[in-house]
């Protein structure tokens, strides 16, 4: 079918869910497919309510497949997860909600729109999204068996559990006594986990690099790998498994897919790749392939006061650099590198402190952040070399926690 533009598409669909030309407009399924999969996640959201069929249609892991595949469709969107107070400290009711992002003569907003929300759910802990992958997101959960990571589908309105992660133990630690064990060795999935998708066999695979927690720090690196653990789980599988391959280092932070890879910051707490890289690099992982390497980060800088963090800037790696209270750089990852996509000062209207990037705002390639202790959201125009603040609307309640990221 010849790629038609996607208001074209949308015209298509508009006209398909008439009343009068329902029954009429049945269409082979190929053809559904190949129109549905160049639609953007917020009107498939609306279409999954036209009928049954429609919801199977969009419900359909084929679909998916053929949405992955795709170009991104239209500007990126933020969505919004909030977790509201309650008297039942076990159980707080959570929302995920599109947002309506605007930019008129230099103001911009974004507003939770008032009509039921793309998700409601139960959950008993605050934890934040962690990271996303072709339109999943995926968090945290601790449960007496071991560490869950938890996949949102949004546009399905459900929740899948992975299996528990369990926790490697050495035979010595194993036979020490009076201690609990399972929470001595606590794994850290929060700081070293990522989804991915392996289009070689159209599934979402989950990857969990994890560290055993020692009392104090390993000095030698050799035995620091030894102590890592790769662990893979396959969405809709009952198991993880271990594969032999670790990276070089321990890595840290939301592990960004793109290009078939995650990718994530080596962590931190040990500093012997500086004298090798001259910077912090990333860790890449092949999801078909299974397959650790290293990229050099974009240019040196000095290590104080500077804070690195990897963001998913519409299917593509960025490097954002944050030099404390003086200015921030971020970086794309394209074929041939690193490039430079900005560089601004951290002035007014900026606060001083930590920002985090969010993404990009539109396909002009503005970048959103926040200043999350404050709510606090801001806008670079690449064009015009300018910062706006933005206006979050109709999320009023102080108490209400929300985590905000571009989908």
Avoid at 4 to 27: D, F, G, H, V, W
Avoid at 212 to 221: V, Y
């Amino acid at each position: 079918m010849a790629d038609l533009p996607s208001e074209n598409m949308y015209n298509i669909l508009s006209t398909l869910t008439s009343k009068k030309r329902l029954q009429a407009a049945i269409l082979p399924s190929e053809i559904m497919y190949d129109i549905l999969s160049r639609m953007p996640v917020k009107s498939l959201a609306r279409f999954r309510c036209v009928n049954k069929l429609w919801c199977n249609y969009i419900n359909d892991p084929y679909l998916e497949a053929m949405h992955t595949k795709r170009p991104p469709v239209n500007d990126p969107v933020p969505i919004m997860f909030r977790q509201f107070p309650s008297d039942d400290h076990s159980n707080s009711p959570c929302t995920l909600s599109f947002l309506e992002h605007k930019e008129e003569a230099g103001i911009c907003t974004l507003e939770v729109k008032k009509k039921p929300p793309v998700m409601e759910f139960m959950c008993k802990s605050w934890k934040q999204v962690l990271g996303s992958c072709n339109g999943l997101l995926y968090s945290s959960k601790h449960s007496h068996d071991g560490n869950k990571l938890v996949v949102i589908h949004p546009l399905r309105k459900d929740c899948y559990e992975s299996p528990p992660i369990k926790t490697p133990f050495h035979p010595q630690q194993q036979q020490s006594c009076g201690i609990d064990l399972q929470e001595s060795n606590r794994l850290r999935v929060e700081e070293s986990s990522g989804l991915g998708f392996d289009d070689s066999t159209n599934t979402f695979k989950m990857v969990c690099v994890v560290l055993r927690e020692h009392e104090g720090q390993l000095e030698d690196l050799y035995q620091l790998k030894e102590d890592l653990w790769t662990m893979v789980h396959v969405l809709g599988t009952d198991s993880w498994r271990k594969i032999p391959q670790v990276p070089s280092y321990p890595i840290t932070g939301e592990g960004v897919f793109a290009n078939g890879c995650l990718h994530w910051l080596i962590s931190d707490e040990y500093d012997d790749y500086r004298a090798a890289y001259l910077g912090r690099p990333v860790i890449k992982f092949d999801i078909a392939k299974e397959e650790f390497g290293v990229i050099k980060p974009p240019h040196e800088l000095p290590d104080y006061w500077v804070r690195e963090r990897l963001v998913d800037l519409r299917g593509e790696v960025g490097y954002v650099y944050q030099i404390f209270n003086h200015r921030m750089q971020l970086w794309v990852l394209k074929e041939r590198g690193w490039v430079m996509h900005c560089e601004f000062e951290q002035k007014p209207p900026l606060p001083g402190g930590l920002m985090k990037v969010l993404g990009f705002w539109n396909d002009n390639g503005d970048v959103l952040m926040t200043y999350n202790w404050k709510r606090q959201m801001f806008v670079y125009n690449l064009n015009s070399n300018s910062l706006h603040e933005v206006s979050l609307v109709g999320c009023e309640e102080e108490l209400t926690l929300i985590d905000i990221r571009m989908y």
